[in-house]
C-alpha cells in the first residue's frame, strides 16, 4: 500500500543552525506534499505545501524541496528558534480512488538555545 | 472563525466500555477525516466524509468503529466495545476542497487523547 518514510525521529540542533527533515514516498504519482507542524499540547497546523509540478517553495526560514524521480521531499528550516521546537508531520496524497493524505510517522524537533 | 472543534480533549475508559468522540468542522468545510496517532507512530488515516456520505472507510480498523455525519455538520466516532490498542489521540480534520479532494489546506482539530484500561 500506500506509504511515507520520514527521518530523522528526533533532530536536536543549536539554535541558529539548520534543521533537515526527510521523506519518501512511494506512489510516484503523489502530486500533494504538505508539512505540519505540532506543538506540545496543540493541533497540527499546516506550515507549507508544495505540489508535484514545483520542485522548490520558500516562506521565510522555511522551505520545502520535492525530487520527484527518486520520491521523497524535504523540509529545510534556517536559523533555528526555541519556537521551533515541535513535531513535524509530512503527508503525502496519493493519486487513485482514495486520495487521501498519508503521514510520516513525525520529527520530535528540539532547538537548543 | 472557529477552528475545528473535538469533544472531549481526552478520555480515559475500561477496556469494554463504549466511547464517542465528536468533531465540529469549520463551517462550509464538506470535507471531514477522522485520523489516529498511536504512540510515536505516524497520522493513520481511518475515513473521510464528504458532507454526510462517506467518502472512504478503508482506514477503519474493525467493526468496533463507526463514524456517523447526520446532516453534513458534526460528526461522531464511536468505539465499541473498546480494546485496549484503540489507546491513542484521535484527530478530526476538515478542508474546503471540491469533489472530495484533499489537496487543499486540512485543518486539524486538537484531537481526542483516549486511553483503554
Known amino acids: 500500500g500506500e506509504n511515507v518514510e520520514q527521518h530523522p525521529s528526533t533532530l536536536s540542533v543549536q539554535e541558529g543552525d539548520s534543521a533537515v527533515i526527510k521523506c519518501t514516498y512511494s506512489?510516484?504519482?503523489?502530486?500533494?506534499f504538505p508539512w505540519y507542524k505540532q506543538e506540545l499540547g496543540k493541533r497540527p497546523q499546516l506550515i507549507i505545501d508544495?505540489?508535484?509540478?514545483?520542485g522548490e517553495k520558500k516562506d521565510q526560514r522555511i522551505a520545502v524541496t520535492l525530487n520527484k524521480t527518486a520520491k521523497h521531499f524535504s523540509l529545510h528550516i534556517t536559523e533555528t528558534q526555541p519556537e521551533d521546537s515541535a513535531v513535524y508531520f509530512c503527508a503525502a496524497l496519493f493519486a487513485g480512488s482514495a486520495r487521501q493524505l498519508t503521514f510520516g510517522s513525525g520529527t520530535q524537533l528540539t532547538v537548543l538555545p | 472563525e472557529a477552528g475545528v472543534t473535538q469533544f472531549p480533549s481526552h478520555s480515559v475508559i475500561e477496556k469494554g466500555q463504549t466511547v464517542t468522540l465528536r468533531c465540529d468542522p469549520i463551517?462550509?468545510?464538506?470535507?471531514l477525516y477522522w485520523y489516529r496517532r498511536v504512540m510515536g507512530k505516524e497520522i493513520k488515516f481511518l475515513l473521510h466524509f464528504v458532507k454526510e456520505s462517506k467518502q472512504d472507510e478503508s482506514g477503519m480498523p474493525n467493526n468496533r468503529f463507526l463514524a456517523e455525519r447526520t446532516g453534513g455538520t458534526y460528526s461522531t466516532l464511536k468505539v465499541q466495545p473498546a480494546e485496549l490498542e484503540d489507546s491513542g489521540v484521535y484527530f478530526c480534520?476538515?478542508?474546503?476542497?471540491?469533489?472530495?479532494?484533499?489537496?487543499?489546506?486540512?485543518?486539524f482539530g486538537q484531537g481526542t487523547r483516549l486511553t483503554v484500561v
Open positions: 506512489d510516484s504519482a503523489s502530486n500533494y
Open positions: 463551517s462550509g468545510h464538506d470535507n
Open positions: 480534520a476538515s478542508s474546503q476542497g471540491a469533489q472530495g479532494r484533499m489537496d487543499t489546506e486540512a485543518f
Open positions: 508544495i505540489r508535484s509540478n514545483v
